[in-house]
């Protein structure tokens, strides 16, 4: 069992940056791909970048960030960050981070425990 908590939006400028993190409480948390996924209203949960288990090399990223995003994990501290930067007025969404012990993937259903979400909204 694991519980995620997403922290860090907020209201931007476009151009500017944020930081987001993910905070894990439950054991093994070093075992579990997170990935960050984001959601406006009426649209459907798109992905936005992965990252594996520990000992695995793999970091993907949606289209869509172009190098704009950043994500990292810290075992030691249980939590996972997502680097908003250059940020645009479409990037405003609810940005949830979700787990799995599997490899990373792509869709919503491949990831078992989700948080509540973050609110990023970017002015233009």
């Known amino acids: 069992q694991l519980q995620l908590v997403e922290s860090g939006g907020g209201l931007v400028q476009a151009g500017g940056s944020l930081t987001l993190s993910c905070a894990a409480s439950?054991?093994?948390?070093?075992?579990?791909?997170i990935g960050w996924f984001r959601q406006v209203p009426g649209k459907a949960r798109e992905f936005v970048a992965s990252i594996a288990y520990s000992g695995a090399n793999s970091s993907p990223y949606a289209d869509f960030v172009e190098g704009r995003f950043a994500i990292s994990r810290d075992n030691d501290k249980n939590t996972v960050s997502l680097r908003l930067n250059s940020l645009k007025p479409e990037d405003t969404a609810v940005y949830y981070c979700?787990?799995?012990?599997?490899?990373?993937?792509?869709?919503?259903?491949?990831?078992?425990?989700w948080g509540q979400g973050t609110q990023v909204t970017v002015s233009s």
């Open positions: 979700a787990a799995d012990l599997r490899w990373p993937g792509t869709r919503p259903h491949d990831y078992t425990y």
């Open positions: 439950g054991r093994d948390f070093g075992a579990y791909s």
